[in-house]
């Protein structure tokens, strides 16, 4: 156990929309998966609640029932509403899971949840959200087990804490629960585009939360509420953490974090060692680690093969595995790759799926040079594994980058990022410095195309010393980006949202 913990660990709670391996769209249900495992291994009992949606099977994931006939109420006076809408709790001990995640609650609703095949899209998302995190207020008041901490992550969870702070602060049980509330990604705050409606939101959040169906609920912009009721306010790493107290990066909430500060902290991600396991993974050509480099270039021709490449071990193969929008920086390469193309002899893997703008041109690319460029432009599961076994180099660009999780992937595999200074990428891929022989990739500040041209360039350079490259391909495949750490950080913030939370209720 942890030599922080001045007394049993701590409960605690995560609440969300997505959690795999029930519900997984992206990062989000990776990260309520992982940490709270890595928590459980630490001592602690960390549990999750998400909704039970139509794809979550009852017999697949071997859900018994925790609570029948929960009553949770809308706030509605109209005598033409419902004055509650009625749920159960179902809950996951264990199944026949090879990974087994931790003990999960689902917030079963027949209207807003179980006929719902998507986590995502619906027009009256508002009230999801909110009969979520009323929903799991109202069972912890009846639960036998009840959290120290609840962790509401992102914007969907947000008036969470802001129900805590005023509906439940007089109540015996929710009132002695500290609230943390993890910023995945500043840019989405809801359903609306924050930078025409903003101040939709009444009284700068600080009026009550709406009923479930008053139409003013749509206006409720869930980040600002858990910013503002939150006894902590959490980012995914701390450059991030520093960032969106800045006009450019705050989303016109960087006065009301700057209001907050010393309750924002930033702790980065890990990743699952585990699946991310070059020396055991199932989806490469030939298993390796970081003393037996020389079986990864097996990993480079299957590659180059499975993207219809010539192959070539020699090849400096730089690959793109990524959502292909404006937020990944990708506009630094359009006007430039031409030039990389014709003065290297680079080959480009790009594997990812996204706006219009950025498939088009790929596409493009590929049929002026298919020797030279290849793209797989749909999401996929099991090739992203390859593409790090194989490429040289990964691209990461992004104009901002709250964690990222493709440069510690790709390094765990002896891709070496070539990344911007930004956000994660700035906490985790450390430039390569020739005279000290150090670093872990090579890094640009500047958000200009010759800034990544650069960059480029000089990986290429020392690419072309294989000594050199072995060095950093090592250092960057032993540097230790696991859940370990990250949740012993979070550890730490627990217990600080603890103690606040313990201050505040004494005054």
Same mark, same amino acid.
């Given at each position: ?13 995560? =609440? ?39 794809? $979550? ?18 706030? $509605? ?30 917030? +079963? ?62 109540? *015996? ?20 585009? %924050? %930078? ?39 980012? =995914? ?30 702790? $980065?991600?890990? $990743? ?10 199932? %989806? ?19 590659? *180059? ?32 790759? +031409? ?10 893997? =790009? ?11 790929? *596409?493009?690319?590929?049929?002026? %040079? ?23 180099? =990964? ?77 950093? *391909? ?34």
């Amino acid at each position: 156990m942890p030599l922080f913990f001045k007394s049993a660990a701590p409960r605690i709670l995560f =609440v969300g929309s997505e959690a795999a391996p029930f519900a997984k769209i992206g990062g989000l249900g990776e990260v309520m998966f992982s940490l709270p495992r890595a928590l459980n291994k630490l001592g602690y009992d960390a549990r999750i609640m998400i909704p039970r949606y139509a794809g $979550i099977d009852l017999r697949k994931f071997n859900l018994e029932m925790e609570l029948e006939g929960l009553h949770v109420p809308t706030d $509605i006076e109209d005598p033409n509403q419902p004055e509650n809408l009625i749920c159960n709790v179902r809950k996951y001990t264990s199944g026949t899971l090879a990974r087994s995640p931790a003990t999960t609650y689902f917030l +079963e609703n027949f209207e807003y949840y179980e006929k719902r095949a998507n986590v995502y899209g619906y027009n009256d998302d508002s009230v999801r959200w909110a009969l979520l995190c009323r929903g799991v207020l109202e069972f912890l008041r009846r639960s036998k087990w009840v959290p120290d901490v609840i962790v509401s992550a992102d914007w969907q969870i947000g008036i969470l804490p802001n129900y805590l702070k005023t509906i439940y602060k007089e109540d *015996q049980v929710l009132s002695k629960i500290a609230t943390v509330f993890s910023i995945h990604n500043l840019f989405y705050q809801g359903l609306f585009d %924050h %930078h025409f409606v903003n101040e939709m939101d009444d009284d700068d959040g600080k009026s009550s939360v709406p009923s479930f169906f008053d139409p003013r609920l749509l206006k409720i912009n869930g980040m600002r509420r858990g910013i503002m009721y939150a006894d902590i306010i959490n980012t =995914v790493s701390p450059t991030y953490a520093r960032e969106i107290m800045t006009k450019e990066y705050g989303e016109l909430l960087d006065g009301l974090l700057r209001e907050r500060r010393s309750r924002v902290y930033g702790v $980065i991600n890990g $990743i699952d060692y585990e699946v991310f396991n070059p020396e055991t993974n199932p %989806h490469l050509a030939k298993s390796f680690d970081a003393n037996s480099l020389k079986k990864r270039s097996a990993n480079k021709l299957e590659l *180059q093969a499975r993207f219809g490449l010539p192959k070539d071990e020699k090849a400096f193969v730089v690959s793109i595995v990524a959502r292909l929008t404006e937020q990944k920086g990708l506009d630094l390469l359009l006007p430039v790759a +031409e030039a990389l193309l014709k003065e290297t002899p680079m080959q480009l893997v =790009v594997l990812g799926s996204g706006e219009a703008k950025y498939m088009s041109f790929f *596409q493009d690319l590929e049929k002026k %040079h298919p020797k030279r460029v290849a793209a797989h432009l749909s999401f996929d599961f099991d090739l992203p594994h390859l593409v790090y076994a194989g490429a040289d180099v =990964v691209l990461i660009p992004s104009r901002f980058e709250p964690s990222g999780l493709s440069q510690m992937e790709a390094m765990r595999y002896g891709c070496i990022p070539i990344a911007r200074k930004t956000g994660g990428l700035a906490d985790t891929v450390e430039d390569y410095d020739p005279q000290n022989k150090t670093g872990l990739g090579f890094v640009f500040n500047s958000f200009d195309s010759i800034s990544l041209v650069v960059a480029m360039m000089r990986a290429y350079e020392i690419y072309r010393n294989p000594e050199v490259w072995q060095k950093i *391909q090592q250092r960057a495949m032993n540097r230790d980006f696991s859940w370990k750490q990250s949740a012993a950080d979070y550890g730490k913030l627990f217990e600080t949202a603890k103690a606040i939370h313990g201050r505040e209720v004494k005054e």
